[in-house]
């Protein structure tokens, strides 16, 4: 037997990562870390004390799953928010090894720890202040859309970055999710398969990703369904968890939000026109973005089964057996029959 034992996910000693990232690596004094949530990440909740302070305050370190994103993903992912966050807009800023938002370089915003399973990447946030927006409160949602929007704005002046690993563009989404789940429906539901292609196949000829300039596109979020972004009592919002974040249509963002309330079951929600009526509060879509939410709603129907077939060993075969697909091709027909018959697809 090897020792030690070969492991695909070892969850860190949240007292290793007090002595030794967080008092080792940042100007603050930590005094306690522990484990707030386990997922793509696992998130340790911190308290600790800042160099120029007397009190203390919580923070959030983020530690990256071992070979889910490569390290020039980790850097992309740092450069956008320190972006968004020097340029105020509202999303949990990392907090840089040593405390100069004006200084330093995209390496000080995490820290490679070497695991069982291979390196992991480790960052500091500020908190998202409040609690997730409940379906139950459409109204709210317009405070959500503006706030997207802001980050829309806020990233403009960001350079393009059509880089593969990071894109959002159809045509990589799908090749990708396409790649990964041949081996899983290719045999075994062939009728899915077929239709998955074809679904595929008609969302990248649209004529709508043709001209560019007709549509508005830039960094996205890349998960921005409801759940990524806090609400406090006088209605701020804050965005967070920017890992699946990346250079693509500005529409994958809001449909995403719209793919999240069908998802839900509540496609009559009155959430997704306070959604639209915040954005375009701050960011008026043109009709070619307007057309292009349908399709990317079928993207990110397509996107989320790419997620759990590429990253299997993490959420385990309850994510890509028989009841979830089922539920995820019942989504893509109903909403192909709903509303794809109204897009721009030649």
């Not at 070969?6 to 930590?30: F, R």
């Not at 069982?116 to 405070?143: M, N, T, Y």
């Not at 973005?289 to 309850?318: E, T």
Request: with cysteine; aromatic share 10%; hydrophobic share 40%.
């Amino acid at each position: 037997m090897t020792i030690p034992f070969p492991a695909t996910y070892s969850l860190l000693d949240p007292d290793a990562l007090l002595a030794e990232i967080l008092n080792a690596h940042y100007g603050l004094t930590a005094s306690k870390c522990e484990l707030h949530s386990r997922g793509m990440n696992d998130v340790y909740r911190v308290s600790a004390r800042p160099e120029s302070s007397h009190e203390e305050r919580t923070y959030f370190l983020r530690v990256s799953r071992a070979h889910w994103k490569t390290e020039d993903q980790i850097r992309f992912e740092m450069r956008v928010l320190k972006h968004l966050a020097d340029g105020g807009a509202p999303v949990a800023e990392p907090i840089s090894r040593s405390l100069d938002r004006s200084g330093g370089s995209l390496d000080d915003l995490y820290t490679t720890i070497s695991a069982f399973e291979g390196k992991r990447q480790a960052a500091l946030f500020s908190p998202a202040v409040g609690d997730i927006i409940s379906w139950d409160q459409p109204e709210r949602f317009r405070h959500y859309g503006r706030a997207l929007a802001k980050i829309h704005k806020a990233s403009n002046t960001l350079p393009n970055s059509e880089e593969t690993e990071t894109s959002l563009a159809p045509n990589v989404v799908l090749a990708k999710a396409l790649a990964a789940l041949e081996p899983l429906l290719a045999s075994s539901r062939p009728g899915d398969w077929a239709y998955l292609c074809d679904l595929a196949d008609r969302i990248q000829k649209s004529s709508l990703w043709l001209d560019r300039n007709e549509m508005d596109w830039g960094v996205c979020h890349g998960d921005s369904m409801g759940q990524n972004a806090h609400i406090t009592d006088s209605d701020a919002v804050t965005f967070f968890d920017f890992d699946c974040c990346g250079y693509g249509p500005r529409a994958y963002d809001l449909a995403t939000v719209r793919w999240a309330n069908w998802s839900a079951g509540i496609a009559e929600s009155p959430v997704w026109p306070h959604v639209l009526q915040g954005y375009e509060e701050v960011r008026v879509l043109s009709q070619a973005d307007r057309d292009a939410i349908p399709l990317c709603v079928a993207l990110r129907g397509i996107w989320i089964m790419w997620y759990h077939a590429a990253n299997a060993s993490i959420f385990g075969c309850a994510e890509t057996d028989d009841a979830y697909f089922d539920k995820r091709f019942q989504f893509l027909r109903a909403w192909d029959t709903t509303w794809l018959s109204q897009a721009a697809i030649d």
